[in-house]
Structures are given as structure tokens and as C-alpha cells.
């Protein structure tokens, strides 16, 4: 809610990168640290809180608030009215 949609694409495309060099033994290398760059750029500027609830075996998401979302408080209904 608070980045860019390309930048959220990007970011899922190197978070993915990021895990394969990870695997590889590749973690301190230039790739993974270009992924480690620009991934820490992307979450400096995401501020909000993320609600869990916690049970015997699960983990469920409660609420998601963006202290200054980009496109709409309610994702939700965002996400249904795009085409």
C-alpha cells in the first residue's frame, strides 16, 4: 500500500533473486548485495503496523495499516476495482 506497483513487482522479482544466490552460497556476492540494497531502499519507506493472531500451529493476519498509503485504506476493495 505504500510502494509504487512496479517497485512491488521488482522487489517480489529480486526477493526471489535474493533467496536463489542465498541457496547457491552466493549470499555476500554482488548480486545478492544488490538485492540486499535495494530491498532495504523499498522497506525505509514503508511505515504502519501488521496485526497477527497466533495459535497452536497458525499464524493469521488480523489488519495491515499504512500510515500513508499510496492508493487506499481498504486493499481490499482497491484490489477489486482495478481491471
Known amino acids: 500500500m505504500t510502494l509504487a506497483a512496479e517497485t512491488v513487482r ?3 522479482r529480486l526477493e526471489q533473486l535474493w533467496v536463489g544466490e542465498s541457496l547457491a552460497g ?3 556476492g554482488e548480486v545478492g548485495t544488490f538485492c540486499d540494497h535495494f530491498i532495504a531502499s523499498c522497506a525505509s519507506r514503508v ?3 501488521v496485526r497477527w493472531h497466533l495459535g ?5 493476519n488480523r ?9 487506499t485504506g481498504d486493499r481490499e476493495a482497491w484490489e477489486k476495482e482495478r481491471p
Open 10 to 12: 521488482e522487489e517480489m
Open 26 to 28: 552466493r549470499w555476500f
Open 47 to 49: 511505515r504502519g503496523t
Open 56 to 60: 497452536r500451529g497458525t499464524a493469521q
Open 63 to 71: 489488519s495491515i495499516v499504512s500510515e500513508r498509503p499510496r492508493y
